[in-house]
């Protein structure tokens, strides 16, 4: 497991590119700005354009962590591998991003101003924990919320989608192939 909020997985699928097309055009309705209270719908909004789809699960609920998914059809013999990458919204991201990295910039200047601060180390007075500590562990526990949330709405697409497509083999992507995808 991968630990940043991204996904990356390859599903083989017996059925022909076009027998997987298929069942995702019954699968992804045309996107809605604004969705009522029916529950008469598809599970997936977003779009099917040739042999890529973007689609995002639809929930009754807010949950920032729901990914945003891409994904394309790679037709081969037998059958069809589906790459599909998931990544959080990247609005949600940005500010995530920004919250963490001020909180980090809050736990670490006790630390510069304690050891730059200047003076002998006997004319100083012990080091404020606390006020490192708490900036700290609110800068994990932000990055743990974002990880476990993530990782748990999109195990439900990846279930959803093997599923759909009868995939008899699924592979996740390693951290370099993440890294060094383009």
Known sequence: MVLVPFERVRMHSPHNGDVVLQRLEDSIEPTQFLRGWSRNHKPYQGKVEGDTFSARRIIHYRNSFLPQI???????????????????????????????????????????????????????APFPITMFLIPAIMVIFGYAITLIGFKVESSKSKTFFRQLFDADKVEDATLQEILWAA
Request: aromatic share 14%.
């Open 70 to 124: 891409k994904g394309r059809i790679e037709r081969s013999f037998p059958g069809s591998t589906v790459t599909i990458t998931m990544f959080p919204h990247r609005l949600f991201l940005a500010f995530m991003v920004a919250w963490i990295g001020l909180v980090a910039y809050a736990a670490a200047t006790p630390i510069l101003l304690y050891f730059l601060g200047g003076g002998q180390p006997a004319d100083r």
